[in-house]
């Protein structure tokens, strides 16, 4: 009984320090809250006396730095930077303006394609950049499958390369081809890649600086962290004006625009309608809200099957019928999506290429067009065979619930609010379905094993390749290999057009071809595209003081069909003292409510430390 | 009142005049803290809360294609804390999240609870080469990071609220697991253990009749520590996208909020309201277990009256 004192007066300390815990937190909460943060002005400093880097936020990973593997949209970015084409594409209307070629032209019968090629083009290390770089690049994607990999369509067709003289490259060709001015394959040195043993293996991230020609030299690599370039002092169409080009890599966009508002990037891209309307009041933020050339889709597995006939994968049967995906599609209120999943910042989804290209894109006519109509929806499955059961589900001939899943980027806050309305859409006309949010789509996308799946590609200004993506030429060679396939279409019809509109060289008639194509798919309904999301990006007007967009007037800048952006871009004069656009009210109400947090976790410590003390005594 | 039914009420009804009696003084005692009364009144508001949901705001406010409001609005009259990207009102959907947040805690905890008692009273029992073996199994999962392990298995299993459930569960219990078994060395180290087993109590017998009922107290404790643990790793996983994308919690709400851009664009009334239910959450629990604790704790109970 004797300790019954001093523990009793003990306890009341206790409190107290309870309490100052909670008060230096929340004071510490507001000294950082309160704009003494000098993060901006740091960057600023580190920047006058050091070169002048341009820093632009991405997220995506990079898949493989070797141009016969990488697909994705930052690995090709990239490779557009440190590599020439053959041809580029025209800023401001697409047409094919001279790259690693001056002039490109084809025989009168179609089948034999000469390239000059330009001879003040020189790869970092001092060689000559000549035809044979060209045609041994492509003679290794047509005799070997893993470096045919990514780019592989292009060269299909080809029936021999050849280089008669350094200036003079020679194609010759099976069937006419029309994409011959629109070959975005990246030129590889020669003297370099031949040492390479598997192409399928190698990603080209182990030797630093890597061999290029293009605007850019790669310098550095770090998986997930950092891509550095330098500029190519001898680029032939002149050098960049930054010193340096970093992709810095945020996973998180909350991370990579407060990381702008600082000032600590130049650039960022994929931003939310949230974050585009706040930064639009930020001062020295340029928002820049452009059509974009990717299309956002809702695939439906057709069945996934291989080349050599076997079928693979578990996509549900009832989406090998038709009516079905139409009436999946009929029941997905595009406007909604647009007006609140993407809030005004992308275009209603009709044909297979966006609007950004006018020459190839599509409109389905009223008659053919499959508008938003739950009521016709339920007709189509009530045809297929799907009618409501008492539980108010669809249920199938042999007593299944229609129960779909859909494969959804958990990087993509789009899919996953148009899949809460999918859900609901969907759920009124009695059908279920689970919306699988992964990482990594890659896994169950290639081995067939979903039903449907949010899709989406940048288009280039020339078709060709998004098209061939959905012929049965792209299906996996058997069921274990991976195919150039997106979605494991083959389909007669298409196919036939695909190979007319390649032999095609009048750009009239084959965008009249393009366009039919785009109809038959629309009808098949295995590609539902239900919005052409725009570029939404920002930039720091304080850092770049000019850039090019693509097309010249209101294009975008991350991901150009081209190096125009960051090769163009000019840096803002360094002794630049426009205050403190780093200091933002998001910040401060995002330390603020982490402030919060910590006086809890604060208090919540103070009761465990509390507890111990009591366990020790 | 004949001699035959007084012999068969009376060890019950004593057995039960017993338990009133101690849980009246368990409820004395415990009344005399006020922090855990503080702790105590918390949570009877939220648990309230929780259970009216359907009545305050019914199962419609996670409807995304019937939402009232536009998008992130600020608060206002009609939406006390705005509303999401959805245009949902986020007070609806707070009051919606508590009811998953407080499942999931209270089920999390107490199934990593029920491992850690039955683990510990095992080994404790047992002793010898099995205690070794157990306790060696427990302390690998002890110096696993809770998190790192029940990220892992939210990953690889299918994304629901059982899934976290169970990640949560089977990453936590190895702290019950060592405190009960000292618990039970201890008890089962008293005279009339021997005298019970002498008598012919089996292990069972004894595990259940006089162990368990020894631990009772501090697995009680345990378990209301291990509910606001159970809420804080929720909302982690949740926050980290591997809760059920189809539930609307709180750490889910924090996960849409910064998916919207809510942190960098300084839309505060989609962050600040879950965060601070968590911690006001955690906090509650926090108060009653340590006070349940220090009330049921031999050691400690004397010197609290």
Known sequence: ?617 | MTSTADALSSPSSLAWARRRGSVARFWRSYRTHRTGLLGLGALAVIALVALAAPLLVGGDVQSVTNAPGSALDSPSGEFPLGTDQFGRSLLGLLIWGARISLTVGLMAAALSVAIGTLVGILAGHFGGWFSTVVMRITDWFLVMPTLVLAIVLATVMSRSVWTVILAIGVTSWPTTARLVRAQTLAVESRPYIERATALGGGHGHIMTRHVLPNVMPLVLAQTTLGISHAILTEATLAFLGLGDPDVVSWGGMLQDAREAGAVSSGHWWYLAPPGIAIALVALAFTLCGRTVESVLNPKLGVSTR
């Not at chain 1, 045919?148 to 029936?159: E, I, L, Y």
């Not at chain 1, 130049?266 to 930020?282: C, D, E, G, H, R």
Request: glycine share 8%; aromatic share 10%; hydrophobic share 40%.
């Open chain 1, 1 to 617: 009984m004797d300790t019954e004192i001093p523990r009793s007066t003990r306890q009341r300390p206790r409190t107290r320090t309870l309490l100052v815990v909670g008060a230096t937190a929340l004071a510490l909460a507001a000294a950082a809250a309160t704009p003494l943060n000098p993060a901006p002005q740091q960057a600023k400093a580190a920047q006058a006396d050091a070169k002048r880097t341009l820093t632009v936020a991405v997220s995506q990973s990079i898949d493989s730095l070797s141009p016969f593997l990488a697909q994705r949209l930052v690995s090709t970015s990239v490779h557009r930077l440190i590599y020439e084409n053959l041809t580029n594409y025209d800023v401001k209307d697409n047409h094919a303006v001279p790259g690693l070629a001056t002039k490109w032209e084809p025989s009168p019968d179609k089948l034999t394609w000469t390239y000059t090629i330009r001879e003040d083009s020189s790869w970092s290390d001092g060689e000559q950049a000549t035809a044979e770089d060209a045609a041994w690049t492509f003679n290794t994607m047509m005799k070997d499958e893993g470096a045919a990999t990514a780019n592989g369509s292009f060269v299909a067709n080809f029936k021999k390369v050849t280089a008669p003289s350094p200036t003079r490259l020679v194609i010759e060709l099976k069937k006419p081809q029309a994409t011959m001015a629109a070959l975005d394959v990246p030129i590889l040195p020669r003297h370099e890649w031949e040492k390479v043993g598997d192409f399928s293996k190698f990603n080209n991230d182990k030797k630093f600086p890597v061999v290029g020609n293009g605007p850019f030299v790669l310098t550095d690599y770090k998986v997930d962290q950092y891509v550095k370039l330098k500029p190519n002092e001898k680029f032939w169409r002149g050098a960049p004006k930054f010193d340096e080009l970093v992709l810095k890599y945020y996973k998180d966009g909350d991370a990579a625009v407060a990381a702008l508002q600082k000032g600590e990037v130049s650039f960022a891209a994929n931003l939310t309608p949230a974050q585009a309307a706040s930064l639009s009041k930020t001062e020295n933020i340029k928002v820049n809200d452009a059509p974009g050339r990717r299309f956002y889709a809702l695939a439906t597995n057709p069945g996934a099957r291989s080349k050599d006939g076997k079928k693979f994968g578990n996509g549900h049967p009832a989406l090998l019928d038709q009516r079905v995906r139409q009436a999946l599609f009929a029941a997905t209120d595009r406007k909604t999506i647009i007006d609140k999943v993407f809030q005004g910042h992308a275009v209603e989804g009709e044909g297979y290429i966006p609007p950004r290209f006018p020459a190839y894109h599509w409109k389905p006519s009223a008659g053919q067009k499959i508008a938003y109509d739950p009521a016709k929806a339920a007709a189509l499955l009530d045809e297929a065979g799907y009618k409501k059961n008492s539980a108010g589900k669809r249920v199938g001939k042999d007593g299944k619930p229609l129960d779909f899943r859909i494969l959804c980027h958990a990087t993509d806050p789009n899919d996953k609010a148009i899949g809460k309305y999918m859900q609901e859409w969907w759920g009124e006309l009695g059908i279920g379905l689970k919306v699988e949010c992964l990482d990594n789509v890659s896994d169950p996308w290639l081995a067939g094993e979903y039903d449907l799946a949010f899709d989406g590609w940048s288009v280039n200004p020339d078709p060709d390749f998004v098209l061939s993506i959905h012929t049965c030429a792209a299906l996996p060679a058997t069921p274990k290999d991976t195919g150039a396939t997106d979605n494991f279409i083959c389909d007669k019809k298409f196919d036939q057009l695909y190979a007319q509109q390649t032999a095609e060289y009048d750009e009239a008639k084959r965008a009249g071809i393009v366009k039919q194509m785009q109809s038959r798919l629309y009808d098949t309904g295995y590609m539902n595209v239900m919005a052409y999301p725009n570029a939404v990006e920002a930039y720091r007007t304080d850092q770049i003081k000019s850039i090019t967009t693509m097309p010249e007037s209101g294009g975008n800048l991350w991901g150009q069909d081209g190096y125009w952006s960051w090769w163009s871009a000019v840096p803002a004069d360094v002794d630049d003292t426009s205050g403190e656009g780093g200091s933002s009210t998001g910040l401060v109400v995002g330390i603020g409510a982490a402030a919060v947090l910590a006086v809890g976790l604060g208090i919540f410590v103070a009761m465990r430390r509390r507890s111990t003390a009591e366990d020790r005594e």
